[in-house]
């Protein structure tokens, strides 16, 4: 599910029990199982409803309280997020953000973490730390962004909805019947494109590449530390990967 700056791969196994590998040393929990049980002891969830997501280098741990079959992926877009680390104890983002669910996609060393909050009053990504709060970003447009990254300079990607009137109502309905059933319909968004959310601003990927790329860039999923951006995009109208690096010269360039 992901690759660290030190060459350790982030993976997860069917039970979705999340693991750490590197090379020479195999696979490792960092204490998942002791993370765990020191939740569950202070706090009034089932064990079988706390599901952690990733355990951080810094110690932490990020994942959600499902309200949803544990043994399918649907739990991590159908309950509340939250965080815990030894200095600031359990953090329910259901009392931080609010909606009718939510989730941590991805957490810093610095301890910042990136999300998306669902229907509450609207989806919106935000960017949260201990010491900081709760940042809500804007969109692309009226549509929805949802956080797929972040960096150690709290540089957040994902992807924006930019969807016209009809496909606007079909997905309030979706939404809707989200709430009644307590399921998400997933409606149809398109198209997307990835952003970059740096220092309070969301811009369009597609703005920093030349016009005449023949690229659309529709998913950013992941940020390194040197601002490089990996996702998915559209090359002459064909599915591709991309990978954008910053120039040096101009910081605000890719």
Same mark, same amino acid.
């Given at each position: 599910?992901?690759?660290?700056?030190?060459? /350790?791969?982030?993976?997860?196994?069917?039970?979705?029990?999340?693991?750490?590998?590197?090379?020479?040393?195999?696979?490792?929990?960092?204490?998942?199982?002791?993370?765990?049980?020191?939740?569950?002891?202070?706090?009034?969830?089932?064990?079988? *409803?706390?599901?952690?997501?990733?355990?951080?280098?810094?110690?932490?741990?990020?994942?959600?309280?499902?309200?949803?079959?544990?043994?399918?992926?649907?739990?991590?877009?159908?309950?509340?997020?939250?965080?815990? /680390?030894?200095?600031?104890?359990?953090?329910?983002?259901?009392?931080?953000?609010?909606?009718?669910?939510?989730?941590?996609? /991805?957490?810093?060393?610095?301890?910042?973490?990136?999300?998306?909050?669902?229907?509450? $009053?609207?989806?919106? /990504?935000?960017?949260?730390?201990?010491?900081?709060?709760?940042?809500?970003?804007?969109?692309?447009?009226?549509? $929805?962004?949802?956080? *797929?990254?972040?960096?150690?300079?709290?540089?957040?990607?994902?992807?924006?909805?930019?969807?016209?009137?009809?496909?606007?109502?079909?997905?309030?309905?979706?939404?809707?019947?989200?709430?009644?059933?307590?399921?998400?319909?997933?409606?149809?968004?398109?198209? *997307?494109?990835?952003?970059?959310?740096?220092?309070?601003?969301?811009?369009?990927?597609?703005?920093?590449? $030349?016009?005449?790329?023949?690229?659309?860039?529709?998913?950013?999923?992941?940020?390194?530390?040197?601002?490089?951006?990996?996702?998915?995009?559209?090359?002459?109208?064909?599915?591709?990967?991309?990978?954008?690096? $910053?120039?040096?010269?101009?910081?605000?360039?890719?």
């Amino acid at each position: 599910i992901g690759i660290e700056d030190d060459g /350790s791969f982030l993976v997860r196994t069917p039970g979705l029990l999340p693991l750490v590998w590197r090379e020479n040393e195999g696979y490792s929990d960092r204490g998942y199982a002791d993370i765990k049980e020191k939740i569950v002891s202070t706090q009034d969830i089932p064990p079988e *409803k706390l599901l952690i997501r990733e355990v951080c280098r810094s110690g932490g741990a990020f994942g959600v309280i499902t309200n949803e079959n544990p043994q399918s992926y649907v739990p991590f877009r159908m309950g509340d997020a939250f965080y815990w /680390s030894e200095s600031t104890g359990f953090v329910d983002f259901k009392r931080v953000v609010g909606g009718a669910w939510s989730e941590i996609v /991805s957490i810093n060393d610095a301890g910042v973490a990136t999300g998306t909050r669902y229907f509450g $009053p609207t989806t919106a /990504s935000f960017v949260w730390s201990a010491s900081e709060g709760t940042t809500f970003f804007e969109g692309l447009s009226d549509d $929805p962004c949802l956080a *797929k990254d972040i960096n150690d300079r709290n540089q957040v990607v994902g992807f924006c909805f930019i969807t016209g009137t009809f496909q606007k109502a079909r997905n309030r309905v979706a939404a809707l019947l989200a709430r009644v059933f307590k399921r998400w319909i997933i409606p149809t968004y398109e198209p *997307k494109h990835a952003f970059l959310w740096d220092s309070g601003q969301t811009t369009d990927l597609n703005l920093l590449i $030349p016009p005449d790329s023949g690229w659309e860039l529709t998913e950013a999923h992941g940020i390194n530390n040197r601002g490089q951006i990996v996702g998915i995009g559209l090359l002459d109208g064909k599915e591709q990967a991309f990978l954008l690096t $910053p120039i040096e010269e101009k910081d605000e360039d890719f």
